[in-house]
């Protein structure tokens, strides 16, 4: 199974999380800026995403919302 972000498909067990960046704290705001800071971090729009996803080794983020991106 595929969680597809509409620009890139992530197999699904690889996914250690998703997250709303609407409820995002302080310190998720610091992980995401290290994120960026370490290239680890895919962002394929200019818009604002609305979630963003973490593996093991990268940080998508993504412009559905959570209950999209868990209801495909």
Same mark, same amino acid.
């Given at each position: 199974?595929?969680?597809? *972000? ?5 197999? #699904?067990? $690889?996914?250690?999380?998703? +997250? $709303? ?9 610091? +992980?995401?800026?290290? #994120? ?9 729009? *200019?818009?604002?995403?609305?979630? +963003?996803?973490? *593996?093991? $080794? ?8 959570? #209950?999209?991106?868990? #209801?495909?």
């Amino acid at each position: 199974m595929y969680i597809d *972000t509409g620009k890139k498909n992530i197999r #699904a067990k $690889d996914v250690i999380g998703i +997250f $709303d960046l609407d409820r995002a704290t302080r310190k998720t705001g610091e +992980f995401l800026s290290k #994120a960026e800071k370490d290239g680890i971090a895919e962002r394929h729009w *200019t818009d604002l995403p609305r979630s +963003f996803i973490v *593996t093991a $080794d990268r940080v998508y983020y993504a412009q559905a919302t959570v #209950a999209t991106l868990l #209801a495909k």
